[in-house]
């Protein structure tokens, strides 16, 4: 059995997350399932009711509640994100132990870091228990040097050019 990839796409430009639905629609394709957390992310229920249609072969979870991005909320409601990251992280640890899918895809889990909620030592301990063969996609604006060193392909979405 092949070892799964640890893929991230990272960078100030748009389109991250297009690029990792994108590998979960090709993984869909071949049969296989993927499972997409957002973190970080506002509530967009015209999105939600989107991605549903995608439903069973991608799941799509969401931990943030607000409707607000997390750089807009007050202190208590950073909190109460945190709390709900925290909770996404821990349904991470579910998906390994039930290996649900085959391709798991962490939206904007970089921005946990780059945040505070947690360390990128914390995100590469995540990785290192995730089953053999199930290949992960991270997403986020930053890349730090212990996640770049532990991925085994890496993807700058930066702008070039804005009209």
């Known amino acids: 059995m092949a070892r799964g990839k640890v893929q991230v796409i990272y960078g100030n430009g748009k389109g991250k997350t297009s690029a990792a ?58 909190l109460e994100e945190q709390r709900n990251m925290i909770n996404g992280l821990s349904y991470v640890h579910k998906v390994f132990q039930t290996a649900e899918c085959s391709r798991l895809i962490l939206d904007e889990v970089l921005g946990l870091a780059d945040e505070g909620i947690v360390t990128e030592e914390d995100l590469v301990g995540l990785l ?32 070039e050019k804005l009209s």
């Open 21 to 78: 639905l994108g590998y979960a629609i090709q993984e869909a394709c071949h049969h296989g399932s993927v499972v997409v957390i957002e973190f970080l992310k506002k509530k967009d229920t015209e999105e939600i009711v989107y991605l549903e249609r995608l439903e069973p072969e991608i799941r799509v979870f969401r931990f943030q509640k607000s409707q607000k991005y997390y750089s807009e909320l007050s202190q208590p409601e950073q």
């Open 128 to 159: 290192e228990q995730r089953p053999d063969d199930m290949d992960i996609i991270l997403t986020g604006r930053v890349l730090g040097a212990c996640l770049h060193d532990y991925a085994d392909d890496i993807f700058e979405i930066r702008t």
